[in-house]
């Protein structure tokens, strides 16, 4: 599979595409874990698109005009601690910042919760601690809410979503400055309800995954994001971020409505 998407994405290289483009990368664990991004393939990643394009908050990336010809932002989904542990001093020896969307219920206080693989969590990952979140908005980061708990939002009865999101909205707002604006769907999965009920609760922007630039035409309940996969190579990942591999959206598309 890997090797047809790199020979797909040489033949989409000669599309046209806009001069200016903005990306939000998805990462969700870092390190030595099964499906983590290894520490130092992250660390080339960070390294290189460092070098030729623009960082932006999430804050910055989302409601603006694109202003250079590359720009990019940073975000982690589950909050794993390998993210803290791994990511953080990578990213900061760059000056990057980032923005890591938490299941609440799962950051502990003292104790580190373990992943659970059987409900979709990174197999041998535990989850952050809250003075770790705290820790992340002091160096610059943006918090953002993934639910309470890791479930499939788009399945369950209205009034869990409801407390899923108020209270996931509502532990996050003890730690940051003003109001969590932020949410992103578990497995980027969305539906006109969720969207509806994202909106009602408070959060005017949404995320999902999929493939793809932030465009003015976006929607803002589910805004692009690229997920770049642990096997991907520096120059899979250098392919993706300038577009080549932006025929993955086409295919998201398709897959949806066949779903």
Not at 14 to 43: C, K, M, Q
Not at 199 to 226: C, F, K, Q, T
């Amino acid at each position: 599979m890997l090797a047809l998407k790199r020979v797909l994405g040489r033949a989409w290289h000669v599309v046209p595409r806009n001069s200016r483009r903005r990306v939000i990368l998805l990462y969700h664990a870092v390190g030595s874990g099964e499906w983590a991004t290894p520490r130092d393939d992250f660390a080339r990643q960070m390294e290189w698109i460092a070098s030729v394009a623009r960082p932006l908050s999430l804050v910055q990336a989302l409601g603006t005009e694109v202003e250079q010809s590359l720009e990019f932002a940073i975000t982690f989904d589950d909050a794993y601690a390998s993210v803290f542990e791994e990511a953080l001093p990578v990213l900061k020896s760059l000056g990057l910042t980032a923005a890591v969307f938490a299941n609440t219920a799962l950051v502990g206080e003292n104790d580190r919760v373990p992943a659970d693989p059987s409900i979709g969590h990174y197999p041998g990952e535990a989850f952050m601690l809250w003075r770790e979140l705290d820790r992340l908005l002091d160096c610059g980061w943006v918090l953002g809410s993934h639910g309470a708990n890791h479930l499939r939002h788009w399945l369950e009865p209205e009034a869990v979503v409801r407390e899923e999101l108020l209270q996931s909205k509502k532990n996050l707002e003890r730690l940051t400055p003003g109001p969590c604006n932020y949410f992103a769907y578990t497995w980027g999965r969305s539906t006109p309800r969720l969207k509806a009920l994202v909106n009602e609760a408070g959060y005017p922007w949404a995320l999902g995954v999929r493939h793809g630039p932030v465009r003015r035409v976006s929607d803002p309940l589910d805004m692009p994001r690229i997920n770049i996969d642990r096997s991907c190579s520096l120059d899979d990942f250098k392919a993706i971020v300038s577009g080549d591999w932006d025929y993955l959206r086409g295919v998201q598309a398709l897959r949806s409505g066949a779903a």
